[in-house]
T-cell receptor, first 114, second 112 residues
């Protein structure tokens, strides 16, 4: 089955702790994205990557970091600098990052602060 | 003003009703429009994709774009309880690179 997987489904973070969310895709897509979703708000872009070993900040990158060492994988680290990390995190991918591309989403990871 | 505005609802309708979901956008340069459906605690899935003005139909779903009024709509005919979900509109824009801008989503309940 082709698709995007995210793990874990739920993640608990203690204050001051860094946590990493996993995102893997087997769609052979070049572009990958991380979004944050809060109640009553649209998806907000954290980081995106159009090619291996390259990534760009989105609208709300502060307190987050990413890497793109493999085409299939785009992990997101929520650092202790992110003071309000409780949210639903969505990973997406697309064939290219052009004008008409459409993004396909993973099932999401819900991050909660203890 | 948000670039894409969407009434959060909730919208509650009886089974079999025609549902109309709407968004407005601010930039006349937007050309690509999408509707995503998101079930509770799941990732969004792409429902419809349209380019520029006009209608596009897919089964019970019709997407409509009116560029003159910067208004996009999704119609659901013969609505079913399984249509109960949050519907997100989105558009693509050039901001030094292409970016997808999402509305906040409208929560729909279809009652059996």
């Amino acid at each position: 089955d082709g698709g995007i997987t995210q793990s874990p489904k739920y993640l608990f973070r203690k204050e001051g702790q860094n946590v990493t969310l996993s995102c893997e895709q087997n769609l052979n897509h070049d572009a990958m994205y991380w979004y944050r979703q809060d109640p009553g708000q649209g998806l907000r872009l954290i980081y995106y990557s159009q090619i291996v070993n390259d990534f760009q900040k989105g609208d709300i990158a502060e307190g987050y970091s990413v890497s793109r060492e493999k085409k299939e994988s785009f992990p997101l680290t929520v650092t202790s600098a992110q003071k309000n990390p409780t949210a639903f995190y969505l990973c997406a991918s697309s064939i290219v990052a052009g004008a008409g591309e459409t993004q396909y989403f993973g099932p999401g990871t819900r991050l909660l602060v203890l | 003003q948000k670039e894409v505005e969407q009434d959060p609802g909730p919208l509650s309708v009886p089974e079999g009703a025609i549902v109309s979901l709407n968004c407005t956008y601010s930039n006349s340069a937007f050309q690509y429009f999408m509707w995503y459906r998101q079930y509770s605690r799941k990732g969004p899935e792409l429902l419809m994709y349209t380019y520029s003005s006009g209608n596009k139909e897919d089964g019970r779903f019709t997407a409509q774009v009116d560029k003159s009024s910067k208004y996009i709509s999704l119609f659901i005919r013969d609505s079913q309880p399984s249509d109960s979900a949050t519907y997100l509109c989105a558009t693509r824009a050039w901001t030094g690179g292409f970016k997808t801008i999402f509305g906040a989503g409208t929560r729909l309940f279809v009652k059996a």
